[in-house]
Antibody
Framework: EVQLVESGGGLVQPGGSLRLSCAAS????????MKWVRQAPGKGLEWVAN????????YYVDSVKGRFTISRDNAKNSLYLQMNSLRVEDTAVYYC??????????WGQGTLVTVSS | QSALTQPASVSGSPGQSITISCTGT?????????VSWYQQHPGKAPKLMIY???NRPSGISNRFSGSKSGNTASLTISGLQADDEADYYC???????????FGTGTTVTVL
């Protein structure tokens, strides 16, 4: 069974940093693109970032470029999102998701990031 | 990149069929057969229901079906059940620097 478990969320002040982690199990992690998706409170879903199987390609939504960095450690079956210069509008539940068929075929339970002073 | 347009809400009685539309442009929905649909119950993670316009993942009921015409994709739920009450989101690949765009979301209510 595919399992994705996010961690690292919490309360941070504007301008601060946070690193999210996603532990993967139940599938061959190194064989899949992985993604981060976020959902602001009471709002819709927003794709945040993609990373290729070997980490050689990374893509970001314009609003986080230069501030967020997606990475992975295939030896540890883990996905990461380093978030710097956080803004109030980055407040959201952050989900990691596995990519298959250009879709998001498995999701974690999400971790809440709150940016507030 | 603007979000894909979905109706805010759709409702139906048990056993009925409903259809949710997802309208984009030739740069996303109309340009790719990579439209997918997600079901999200309150407080839960989204769940993939349809991928590549009309394909169902293993374990998804055949009551859920997808289609596309031009710049508009659709999700049809037939034989509506109480557990179908949830939010539904479409998404598509795009030709812009935003690789994926989600729809605005539709709340399905079972009357």
């Amino acid at each position: 069974e595919v399992q994705l478990v996010e961690s690292g969320g919490g309360l941070v002040q504007p301008g601060g940093s946070l690193r999210l982690s996603c532990a993967a199990s139940g599938f061959t992690f190194r064989s899949y693109w992985m993604k981060w998706v976020r959902q602001a409170p009471g709002k819709g879903l927003e794709w945040v970032a993609n990373i290729k199987e070997d980490g050689s390609e990374k893509y970001y939504v314009d609003s986080v470029k230069g501030r967020f960095t997606i990475s992975r450690d295939n030896a540890k079956n883990s996905l990461y999102l380093q978030m710097n210069s956080l803004r109030v509008e980055d407040t959201a539940v952050y989900y990691c998701a596995r990519s298959a068929y250009f879709a998001f075929d498995s999701w974690g339970q999400g971790t809440l990031v709150t940016v507030s002073s | 990149q603007s979000a894909l347009t979905q109706p805010a809400s759709v409702s139906g009685s048990p056993g009925q069929s409903i259809t949710i539309s997802c309208t984009g442009t030739s740069s996303d929905v109309g340009g790719y057969n990579y439209v997918s649909w997600y079901q999200q119950h309150p407080g839960k993670a989204p769940k993939l229901m349809i991928y590549e316009v009309s394909n169902r993942p293993s374990g998804i009921s055949n009551r859920f079906s997808g289609s596309k015409s031009g710049n508009t994709a659709s999700l049809t739920i037939s034989g509506l059940q109480a557990d179908d009450e949830a939010d539904y989101y479409c998404t598509s690949c795009t030709s812009s620097t935003t690789l994926y765009v989600f729809g605005t979301g539709t709340t399905v209510t079972v009357l």
